[in-house]
């Protein structure tokens, strides 16, 4: 297959066979440029995780080039651990600012990750949707896939019509995310995550699939079928979804 070559469209969404995993962070990055490019007050939905990190380096070494600038932008992650301060190494606030925010002018009143250490979880949750809907919505969405197929850190079994929430990790999320901590027992058994109707209400999503162990879960997603206890599953019934995988077999 020639490299970056569009395949067919798998009920709604659009999928792209990157290379390799530099060639998918550099498609990926590029789609995010030019958003940047169009719209520099632009709001960015973030993920984290292994499989972004080629993503945000191709964005770091964009703006050094001088070619985009975060200064008019605005970012909201999709999720944080519960219980987990933020200049913890293992939290999401750290790994963004080590990725991008330490290395880009996007200025910190407009960079927001979910507060996982707060007291009311629950109004910290309910004001997050409300910062995203005031500032305008998310323009473009970046997300992963679990092996279970979770987005953000919405499990199987997650109703589409949520919000922003606090979820329960499974075992099988708490061990795909061990290698983070020393040890199994460190991994927060709870995090606060878009919903998957706020990841929904954004305007574009691009979707990265690195690596075997995420073949199952492509595979599943590539199938059509459409089910609460596959969360992925969802973005079928979104407008304007981009899948860009490498490496699943």
Known sequence: ???????????????????????????????????????????LGLATGGTPEGFYKELVEAYQAGEISFEQAQSYNLDEYVGINPTNEASYHYYMDQNLFNHVDMKRENIHVPKGNTADLQAAAAQYDTMIEAAGGVDIQL??????????????????????????????????????????????????????????????????????SKQEAMERLRGGEVSEDFPASALHNHRDVTVIYTDVK
Do not use: C
């Open 1 to 43: 297959m020639e490299e970056g070559n569009v395949m067919d469209t798998v009920v709604n969404l659009k999928w792209i066979e990157a290379a390799n995993y530099e060639e998918m962070s550099k498609l990926a990055a590029d789609m995010f440029k030019a958003e940047l490019k169009h719209n520099p007050k632009m709001v």
């Open 143 to 212: 997300l992963g896939i679990g092996v279970n197929g979770h987005i953000g850190f919405n499990e199987p079994g997650t109703p589409f019509a949520l919000g922003t929430n606090v979820v329960e990790l499974t075992e099988s999320t708490r061990e795909a995310n061990k290698i983070y901590f020393n040890s199994i027992d460190e991994v927060p058994t709870h995090a606060i995550t878009m919903g998957i109707q706020t990841i929904m209400n954004a305007k574009k999503v691009v979707l990265l699939i690195s690596g075997a």
